[in-house]
């Protein structure tokens, strides 16, 4: 595919890499996930400059959200990209939050400016990584960011 018009690539579901991913023009861009029980926890998106700016990240939320609905899977956007994305699109919005606001102390975030997001991002990630492995449910408060 290329950036000349051709009809872009399709979002594929990679379930054994625990991610969405759509390859462009010899580059892949990705919507990491985590499912655990009936959630969805979409982790981090990543589109390479290269393919930036064709609406790529934002197919790649919209295949996450759809593969939530059609799984009866809550969605947990994690990732700041794909909550900016969400907030921005009140059709899946609406859905989306009120599935986050059911799970007891969660709520959405958001991280401001990028240049702290891939920083939370990175910490969420830790986070739910110790939650799993040791099946704990921590919450924790961030603060002065």
Same mark, same amino acid.
């Given at each position: 595919?290329?950036?000349?018009?051709?009809?872009?690539?399709?979002?594929?579901?990679? +379930?054994?890499?625990?991610?969405?991913?759509? *390859?462009?023009?010899?580059?892949?861009?990705?919507?990491?996930?985590?499912?655990?029980?009936?959630?969805?926890?979409?982790?981090? +998106?990543?589109?390479?400059?290269?393919?930036?700016?064709?609406?790529?990240?934002?197919?790649?939320?919209?295949?996450?959200? *759809?593969?939530?609905?059609?799984?009866?899977?809550?969605?947990?956007?994690?990732?700041?990209?794909?909550?900016?994305?969400?907030?921005?699109?009140?059709?899946?919005?609406?859905?989306?939050?009120?599935?986050?606001?059911? #799970?007891?102390?969660?709520?959405?975030?958001?991280?401001?400016?990028?240049?702290?997001?891939?920083?939370?991002?990175?910490?969420?990630?830790?986070? #739910?990584?110790?939650? #799993?492995?040791?099946?704990?449910?921590?919450?924790?408060?961030?603060?002065? #960011?």
């Amino acid at each position: 595919m290329s950036g000349s018009g051709a009809s872009p690539g399709p979002v594929g579901d990679d +379930t054994a890499h625990n991610r969405f991913v759509v *390859e462009e023009d010899g580059a892949v861009a990705e919507l990491v996930y985590h499912r655990h029980r009936d959630e969805l926890a979409l982790v981090h +998106t990543e589109v390479p400059d290269p393919i930036g700016g064709r609406g790529i990240g934002g197919r790649l939320v919209a295949a996450a959200v *759809e593969a939530a609905r059609a799984s009866g899977l809550t969605l947990v956007p994690f990732c700041p990209y794909a909550s900016r994305w969400l907030r921005h699109h009140p059709d899946a919005t609406a859905e989306t939050m009120a599935l986050v606001e059911r #799970i007891e102390g969660l709520r959405p975030l958001d991280a401001g400016s990028l240049n702290q997001a891939a920083a939370i991002e990175a910490f969420t990630a830790v986070c #739910i990584t110790l939650n #799993i492995r040791y099946k704990a449910h921590s919450t924790l408060k961030l603060a002065g #960011i």
